[in-house]
């Protein structure tokens, strides 16, 4: 489960931006179609890896980028559902590019609190 090894890397880095008096709410992860991360897996290990941090209790938010093809006969570079699409021109070895994405996006931090004084 690659996910947790994944998560654990995040949470080190969230760590690393998060405020210290802050409460984070959820992070917002980018990855491309070749990473093959499993939301529901990936929450989980979420969850695993901050438990017991600073961070426990917050979300992650998975958006999945789509596949990014590249024709070498013609040069187009188009979007599609799966690796093994055809390019328009009829070529069948469209190759992936900027597929491996993985960014950490956005941190979205609770609402502070009203202080009653
Ligand atoms: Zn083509």
């Given at each position: 489960m690659?996910e947790?090894?994944?998560?654990?890397?995040?949470?080190?880095?969230?760590?690393?931006?998060?405020?210290?008096?802050?409460?984070?709410?959820?992070?917002?992860?980018?990855a491309?179609?070749?990473?093959?991360?499993?939301?529901?897996?990936?929450?989980?290990?979420w969850?695993?890896?901050?438990?017991?941090?600073?961070?426990?209790?917050?979300?992650?938010?998975?958006?999945?980028?789509?596949?990014?093809?590249?024709?070498?006969?013609?040069?187009?570079d188009?979007?599609?559902?799966?690796?093994?699409?055809?390019?328009?021109?009829?070529?069948?070895?469209?190759?992936?590019?900027d597929s491996?994405?993985?960014r950490?996006?956005?941190?979205?931090?609770?609402?502070?609190?009203?202080?009653?004084?």
């Amino acid at each position: 489960m690659h996910e947790f090894s994944l998560a654990t890397s995040l949470v080190d880095l969230v760590l690393k931006h998060c405020p210290q008096d802050e409460e984070l709410e959820s992070i917002t992860v980018e990855a491309g179609p070749m990473r093959g991360i499993d939301p529901q897996a990936m929450q989980w290990a979420w969850q695993a890896a901050t438990d017991n941090t600073a961070i426990t209790g917050s979300k992650v938010e998975l958006i999945q980028q789509p596949w990014k093809l590249h024709c070498p006969d013609c040069h187009t570079d188009f979007v599609a559902n799966d690796m093994f699409t055809n390019c328009s021109c009829g070529c069948q070895k469209t190759n992936p590019i900027d597929s491996d994405t993985l960014r950490l996006v956005r941190l979205t931090l609770k609402e502070p609190a009203t202080l009653c004084t």
